[in-house]
Nanobody, 118 residues
Framework: QVQLVESGGGLVQAGESLRLSCTAS????????MGWYRQPPGQELEFVASITASGHSTYYGDFVEGRFTVSRDNDKNTLYLQMNSLKPEDMAVYYC???????????WGQGTQVTVSP
């Protein structure tokens, strides 16, 4: 069974950092475009960041403003999101995803909670 499992969420104070991880099992994700979305309480899903299979290109939501960095280690089948200078408005459930071969549905993780206190 192919699955993505996130980890690294938790409770931090404003200004602190967290590093989220998303590890795939069941197949290699080295050829997949991958990324992160988040869902703040009571709000819709919001794009955070994505990274190409090679890792050479990255994309970010406007709100990131240089605070987050998405990266990947294909040897470890793992995606990362380094989040610095966290703000209370960054509080959300963060989900990773992987876009595999054409015709294969997007794969989603189960989500990890990030809570930022003022």
């Amino acid at each position: 069974q192919v699955q993505l499992v996130e980890s690294g969420g938790g409770l931090v104070q404003a200004g602190e950092s967290l590093r989220l991880s998303c590890t795939a099992s069941g197949r290699s994700i080295s050829a997949d475009l991958m990324g992160w979305y988040r869902q703040p309480p009571g709000q819709e899903l919001e794009f955070v960041a994505s990274i190409t299979a090679s890792g050479h290109s990255t994309y970010y939501g406007d709100f990131v403003e240089g605070r987050f960095t998405v990266s990947r280690d294909n040897d470890k089948n793992t995606l990362y999101l380094q989040m610095n200078s966290l703000k209370p408005e960054d509080m959300a459930v963060y989900y990773c995803y992987a876009d595999g071969p054409a015709g294969v549905p997007r794969l989603w993780g189960q989500g990890t909670q990030v809570t930022v206190s003022p």
